[in-house]
């Protein structure tokens, strides 16, 4: 007979939530919603669904952007939104945003056995209120369905576990990193963001810290996840009057937020890391260290204030830290694919392109110089022909390249800077106008043509540019003797650029170079 093994989901130990007032209760009665501070996602992180009650249901009204919002939607047509219906329930083990820590999403089952999602939740006041999707946006039905007293099925799902558990993840390991700041370093938590996955979250502290302080930071956390510390919760009724202030620095700086002002939940709630740390917190943290790896990226990015200054430590653990090994192996095979070498070597080829690209790249600007300077010549030289006729006021000049560099402005430019120098060496004082034109070498509709206008009078170059908008759409513009545009599409020497030998003729009555 086949062995077979059953794989039991993780239960949360009978003694991670602790009531530590001899006054405070978990209200039994369904006719009222637990508030935040004893839900059942607080007191049993790991419970994955339950059967709750419906306190009530209305119509959620949509919320008045900020002005950063508004900012952000300027000029663009807005998403049609769905409607939605806000339920308070009796209990829940979906967690309202809160702590730093962002909000669950999850599942409503009604009695009919339909299924609702819960796309966000909040706090507000002291209760959680669940943000559910109506069906074909039949309002009328969800209220019927989320009835007063009827009883609904509330689960995380799939999308809703992996979510939290990154959370959790996340959150413990910050009280963990925090705590290991501040006795071995003296560095408090200023603030820290949980960003979204599978980005690093980062705790804000006064100082940058040195290598040799991150490594010691890193290994003397994992040394308490290698023991496996255990996480528990003491919950007690809260004392408005006896809420400490907040902490500042020298600086003047707060360290963290306090309890906000609109909590109504009654409840103090504390997190203890065995033996290492005892900070008041709202969020769903996992009942061990164990497995928690906690990783630091080992840079830091600072930041500054008015007259304080402080620096942002990041860190990955959990799910992020998973997906950050995977991507960077992936990201490390595909290097060192492409540069035919083992996996070790990629920094050294790597080094050994960019010195390659930086000595191919001299090389480029030293031949483009010179034939800069080639070009420049050739049209010092032509100018200086024409300036023999005696029934010339000016010279007009205009060179079409095919160039499929990045940035055929600067090849132009060189151009242009080179003509005026040499111009100003041969003590030619005739007015001239150069025009540039560099195009792709297949164009297409879309292709982009550059001009550059370069001349002794600015006046006159502005004309030229005003003409080349009006007649063949260049956007560009210019200062001085200088002016550059864009032409999209086609750019054919026998029309537009016989359109702008035309203009300039007519400016100097010269022979088009």
Not at 105 to 116: A, K, Y
Not at 185 to 203: E, G, I, K, R
Not at 401 to 423: C, G, V, Y
Request: charged letters at 20%; a neutral charge; proline letters at 6%.
């Amino acid at each position: 007979m086949a062995a077979s093994a059953l794989v039991l989901p993780p239960t949360t130990p009978p003694t991670y939530h602790k009531i530590v007032s001899e006054t405070l209760t978990i209200p039994t009665d369904t006719q009222k919603p637990i508030p935040v501070g004893l839900l059942a996602c607080q007191r049993d992180p790991l419970l994955r669904e339950l059967v709750s009650q419906v306190i009530s249901c209305t119509l959620s009204q949509s919320q008045p952007l900020s002005a950063a919002e508004k900012r952000a939607r300027k000029g663009k047509a807005e998403a049609p939104k769905d409607s939605l219906v806000e339920v308070i329930l009796h209990d829940t083990i979906l967690f309202p945003e809160g702590g730093g820590q962002p909000h669950d999403i999850g599942l409503l089952t009604t009695s009919d056995g339909e299924l609702w999602d819960v796309v966000d939740v909040k706090r507000h006041g002291g209760h959680a209120v669940h943000y559910v999707k109506v069906k074909d946006n039949n309002t009328d039905a969800a209220l019927a369905s989320f009835a007063t007293g009827t009883n609904v099925g509330v689960a995380l799902g799939d999308h809703g576990l992996q979510r939290r558990l990154d959370h959790m993840c996340m959150h413990t390991s910050q009280h963990l990193l925090s705590a290991v700041l501040e006795t071995r370093l003296n560095l408090p938590t200023l603030s820290w963001s949980m960003t979204a996955y599978p980005t690093p979250s980062y705790v804000e502290i006064p100082r940058a810290m040195t290598l040799e302080e991150i490594t010691l930071i890193q290994e003397e956390a994992n040394r308490f996840v290698f023991e496996g510390r255990r996480v528990h919760i003491e919950v007690e009724e809260l004392d408005p009057e006896g809420v400490p202030e907040i902490a500042k620095t020298e600086s003047g700086r707060a360290v963290g937020k306090g309890l906000p002002t609109d909590y109504t939940g009654g409840v103090k709630r504390t997190v203890i890391i065995d033996g290492v740390d005892r900070n008041p917190c709202c969020g769903t943290h996992l009942p061990s260290l164990n497995n928690l790896q906690l990783f630091l990226l080992p840079h830091m990015e600072g930041l500054s204030r008015a007259a304080t200054s402080s620096a942002r430590l990041y860190f990955l653990s959990g799910p992020r830290l998973i997906t950050y090994l995977t991507s960077t192996h992936n990201s490390l095979t595909a290097a060192s694919l492409t540069l035919s070498c083992g996996a070790p070597l990629v920094p050294e080829r790597v080094q050994q392109v960019v010195d390659d690209r930086r000595k191919a790249t001299k090389r480029v600007d030293d031949l483009e110089k010179e034939l800069a300077e080639n070009i420049a010549a050739g049209l010092v030289s032509s100018v200086r022909e024409n300036q023999g006729s005696s029934s010339v006021s000016g010279t007009y000049l205009r060179r079409q390249r095919i160039d499929d560099s990045p940035n055929p402005l600067a090849f132009l430019s060189l151009i242009a800077s080179e003509f005026t120098t040499k111009l100003a060496e041969s003590n030619i004082v005739t007015p001239t106008i150069l025009l540039l034109s560099s195009s792709p070498s297949v164009q297409t509709s879309t292709s982009t043509t550059v001009v550059l206008v370069s001349g002794s009078d600015a006046t006159t170059v502005k004309e030229v540019g005003d003409v080349l908008k009006t007649k063949l759409g260049v956007k560009g513009g210019g200062k001085g003797t200088k002016w550059s545009g864009k032409f999209t599409g086609v750019w054919k020497v026998s029309r537009e650029g016989s359109t702008v030998d035309e203009l300039g003729r007519g400016l100097y009555r010269a022979i088009s170079v």
